[in-house]
């Protein structure tokens, strides 16, 4: 395979990727055709998750592909038969990550030759690194994107088969697959997408490029998903998408958006409901009254800020600014009294001024945030922020980020700090990782709990009286 005929794969290309098509998105159903079922039988598979939740539900679907053709779970890489890396393009060092990962597997091949190697995920959408991964790293087998999961069969079939490399990467997207078949992570957590892709394009983020145009999911796939997750005795669900906030936005021939899809799945009987990630220039009134009318959506929101200095955000593109931000948030804690909001913040955006990062500090204090991901900015190339000057230093950007990091602590403190000698109801995720005569789980409010317990309330929602907070937990007892 060294000379490769880079021209005959489906590659990616970012300017492909950056344009939205008219083109009205049809909803499809996922088959497995005959020749693709016992594929896997007698084989097993591993895949790497790297990204976030939309990345980890593509991982629990190419799971439930992978074992529909007959394939199990590997118990470790050692006798894994397909090993998937479902990479992620957010930041460079996700990436670097990824291309050490890569180095690495290079061992694994060369001991079992058979070993089927696939590349998929976000990076997998970015023309640089599959020329790079074409150019250097050739032990890849198959490297295909967040477009076209539901051709792994094809793919596996073909590496496995015919032996040859299968380079196929959709730079715009397709139609909605339903019926596509999944190995849920958790017994009684599950994610749920409600649409796919991102139009918002902030300047810095990949996201738009690597998952294409927004398009929604049917109210009604996701009503019968939700459904049978309760018939399964799921207990929460987490509705997925870049902005949430714009759920049915792109629907020509209904008016339903994201607060009536709230409503409809408080009436599904699942106990909690949880939603990521939302875009504060789409967050209506109708969600923040459906979020107060219902039972089961959780009063918790993570609402990305960014930054609080409106020059800054102008040239993010986020199409809102501190004022705004801070107009709904104030109308979102008065309309659901109580509720947790945490955020994401990056520093180090280009042209961003000490005056700007004080302006993101006292946006910190006025929001009184309950936590936050905080991210010093990262070139993504092909994004317009790639091109914009930067001459702040590194050094600058990471002090920066540890100021800011201080008091996102004590918001996370204080937010503990308000439920101490109440009771909270928690749902039972596992045994602690620091003691195992320890139980583990989140509040309504999202807020970690650990307390004395019995294994057997692992998926139960119980009442615990919180006796201490620290700044990453609370301590509790069962009442
Ligand atoms: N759609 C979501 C999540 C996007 S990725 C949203 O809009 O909130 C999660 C976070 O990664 C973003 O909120 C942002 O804070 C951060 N991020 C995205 N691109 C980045 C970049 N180039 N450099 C640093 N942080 C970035
Ligand atoms: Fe990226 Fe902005 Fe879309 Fe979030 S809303 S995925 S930050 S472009
Ligand atoms: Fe990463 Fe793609 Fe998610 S870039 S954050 S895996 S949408």
Known sequence: MSNIDIEKYF??????????????????????????????????????????????????????????????????????????????AIRENAENRIWGELGRLKAYKRQNPNLILGLAGCMAQEENVVERVMKKYQHVDIIFGTHNIYKLPEYIETAMFAKERVIEVYSQEGDIIENLPKVRTHKFKAWVNIMFGCDEFCTYCIVPYTRGKERSRSKEEIILEVNELVHQGYKEV?????????????????????????????????????????????????????????????????????????PVLKKMNRHYTKESYLKVLNELKSTVPGIAVTTDIIVGFPTETEADFLETLDLVEKAEFEGAFTFVFSKREGTPAASFEDDTPEEIKKQRLYILNERVNQGYLKGNERFVGKIVKVLVDGVSKYDDEVLAGYTEHNKLVNFKGEPSLIGQIVNVRVTLAKTWFLMGELS
């Not at 079922?37 to 895949?47: F, L």
């Not at 980890?56 to 590997?74: N, Q, R, V, W």
């Not at 949880?274 to 009318?293: C, Q, V």
């Open 11 to 88: 590659k990616p290309d970012l300017n492909q990727a950056r344009k939205r098509s008219k083109k009205a998105i049809e909803e499809l159903q996922f088959n497995l055709s005959d020749a693709h079922y016992k594929i896997g039988v007698d084989k097993t598979y591993m895949i790497d998750t790297y990204g976030c939740q939309g990345n980890e539900a593509d991982s629990e679907t190419m799971a439930g592909i992978l074992e529909l053709m007959g394939f199990t779970k590997a118990l470790s890489e050692d006798n894994a038969d397909v090993i998937i890396l479902n990479t992620c």
């Open 238 to 310: 987490t509705l997925l998408g870049q902005n949430v906030n714009a759920y049915g936005k792109d629907f020509k021939d209904k008016n339903y958006t994201f607060g009536d899809l709230l409503r409809d799945l408080d009436q599904t009987g699942i106990e909690r409901i949880r939603f990521t990630t939302s875009h504060p220039h789409d967050l209506d009134r109708k969600t923040m009254e459906a979020m107060r009318d219902s039972k089961h959506v959780m009063p918790f929101f993570h609402l990305p800020v960014q930054s609080g200095s409106n």
